[in-house]
């Protein structure tokens, strides 16, 4: 009786701790070693943002879009503003990958905080003066934003648009005094759109992208006020690969089409 005894206790352990071992590895508990090594199924969600000018958020919309549909799973975020306010932002520790400023001086503020990389200049653009499809103030050109008669905005002066503004003005020895200083070139054309302004100065692109609700008026002192506009991705890139590889579309040849095609220049 012993004997049979063991000899059912003999065949049973070996089972029992095979179907545990079983159990274990279903149990819906693996080890902290196999979850960490095991390659995501899906490549895993992915982000890159980018904090850009306000004038490139037609273009870099559609940038982004080009760059989703070449790398599944992966989401551009773009933070568009006045690009001092985005240097600023970036300085305190905003989180970004990649920033594209509308002029070298807003850049600069990135770059001596060392939080960037070398910058690559990608476009140029100028300014038009823009104003209602009627133009009921009857502008025809940069002299006329003198008379009080008529209603200006202009960006501020610590912004790209509003500092390449006091150039253009400055090249042609005249004096302009806005109803209205503006946070960002998107924010001014917005006055002339609306009504609220009779001029403003914007950019060509601006003008481009507001798809007729709005007439620009290029002027020659323009060519005296071009901004160039720099790219480099950030030294603290959360996903820094992504970051250069977006860096990298913006300045190849599909890049180029899309951003020449809204008015931009080359460097």
Known sequence: MVFRRLSRWAIALPVAFALAGLSGCGSGEPSTTAASSA???????????????????????????????????????????SSAT??????????????????????????????????????RNKLEIAVPKDNPAKVDELKDLTDSRVKVALCAEQVPCGAAAIKALDAAGLKVKPVTLEQDVKATLTKVELGEVDAALVYKTDVIASAGKVQGIAFPEADQAINDYPIATLAKAP?????????????????????TKAGFEAP
């Not at 996903?239 to 951003?259: P, T």
């Open 39 to 81: 390659p995501d199924a899906g490549g895993g969600a992915k982000e890159v943002t980018v904090f850009a000018a306000a004038s490139l958020t037609g273009t870099f919309t559609e940038l982004g879009k080009a760059f989703e549909a070449a790398h599944p799973g992966t989401t551009v975020k773009f933070n568009f503003g």
């Open 86 to 123: 985005l240097a600023q932002q970036i300085t305190q520790g905003a989180p970004a990958d990649v920033f594209a400023a509308a002029s070298p001086a807003t850049m600069k503020t990135v770059t001596d905080a060392s939080v960037a990389s070398a910058p690559t200049t990608f476009v």
């Open 239 to 259: 996903a820094g690969d992504l970051a250069k590889q977006f860096v990298d579309l913006v300045l190849s040849q599909q890049g180029k089409d899309v951003l």
